[in-house]
C-alpha cells in the first residue's frame, strides 16, 4: 500500500492522513436532477427489533472484536428510531491512517442520517496504521461482516435496505463488499477509490455510485497512484510501516512489489461494474453542473451503476466543509453537488428486491 501521512488541524482536532495507497474512490450517485423514486419494498426487520433493550437514539462509540481484530464502531440511531420501526443502515468506511471519528466528521452521514431516518455504523479496527485489508479472505473483511450481523442481532434496521459507502481505502474496502456480501448489502457508494478486482465474483448485481476528481492526487483519475501518493508511507507485508516513504522504496527498488490503486483509469474502473451489473457498454452524459458530469448507463432493473466525474477535483468528500478545509493535502473540494444527499437518494432507489 502506497499512502501518505499528513498532521492537519480540523477544527480543534488533530487529523491524521488521507489515504491514498489502497486508493478507493468511487462514489455514489443518482443524479440530483434525476433522481428515482424510492422503493415501495417491504422491510424486512433484523433480529435486533425483537429486543428489548435495543441501541436507543443518539450517538456512542462501541468497542467491538471479532475475527481476531480488535476495534470499535460509531453508532448513529437518529431520533424517530423505536424499537418496532427498522430503519435503513448505512456503513461508512474511512480512508488510510484515518480514524473513525475523522471519517464521522469529513463525510457527516451520521447528522444526514439523523436528519433523514438511517443509522449510520463508522467502524474501525485498531491497528498500529489505520487502513483496510482488501486482499481476498482478509480478516477485515470477515471483522466486517461479523460486525454487519452484531448490528443487525442489536439494532432495530430494516435487512433489505443496507448499505456500505467509504472513502479512499474505504472506497476499496467498499468495492470488496459489494463483491463478498452482495447478498447482503443492497448499494455501495465509493468515493475517491473505486475498484474493480478482476476476482470479484458477484451472486448479485450489485447497485453502484460512484464519486472522483480528475485531479485526484492520490487515486489519479487515469489509473495508479497519483504524485502525491509517493510521499505516504510505505507498509510492509504484516501492514506495518517500514521507515520510508513510497517513493524511497521504489527509488531503491524500482521492481519492489508496492500495493496500491489497480492501474486501470477510473472510467474503465466504472465500466468494468457496468458489465458485471449487465449494463450498456456506453454510458449517456449529463453535465449537471460546471464542474459536475454524471455518466449514468443502462441497467436491468435495480442494477444501476452511476459516476459523477468531478473535473478539477481533489482526493475530496463532494460538499463536505471539513474536506474544503483539507485542501493543501488533497486538493478541491467541489459544492456543486453533496456527496451525502446523491448516495442517499440513490439507496433510497435501490433495496434488495427478494
Known sequence: ?????????????????????????????????????PSTALALPSPGCRVASAVPAGEQTVSYDAAGEDGLYIEDVPP???????????????????????QNEITGLGRFGDAHGFVTITPQVNFSVQHWDVAPNSADITYLGDLLGHVEHTTCVDQRRIFFAGYSNGAWMTSVIACDFSSRVAAVAPVAGLQDFSWCRSSRPVP???????ADPFVAYQGGSGQGALSLPALDDSGGMTGKTVGQELAADP?????????????????GWARRNGCSSAPSQRRIAGDVTL???SCPTGANVEFYRITGGGHAWPGSTVSASL???IGHTTFSI??????????????LRN
Request: proline share 7%; with cysteine; charged share 10%.
Open 1 to 37: 500500500m502506497q499512502f501518505r501521512c499528513r498532521t492537519l488541524v480540523v477544527g480543534t482536532r488533530l487529523a491524521l492522513c488521507m489515504l491514498v495507497g489502497t486508493g478507493l474512490a468511487v462514489a455514489l450517485s443518482t443524479g440530483s436532477n434525476a433522481i428515482a423514486a
Open 80 to 102: 424517530s428510531q423505536t424499537e418496532a420501526r427498522p430503519l435503513p443502515l448505512v456503513f461508512d468506511l474511512h480512508g488510510y491512517l484515518e480514524p473513525a471519528s475523522l
Open 208 to 214: 453502484v455510485v460512484a464519486f472522483h476528481g480528475t
Open 255 to 271: 521492481g519492489a512489489k508496492i500495493i496500491g490503486p489497480l492501474p486501470a483509469s477510473i472510467p474503465d474502473q466504472v465500466g
Open 295 to 297: 455518466f449514468d448507463y
Open 327 to 329: 485542501a493543501s493535502a
Open 338 to 351: 453533496d456527496a451525502d444527499q446523491i448516495m442517499w437518494a440513490f439507496f433510497e432507489a435501490h433495496p
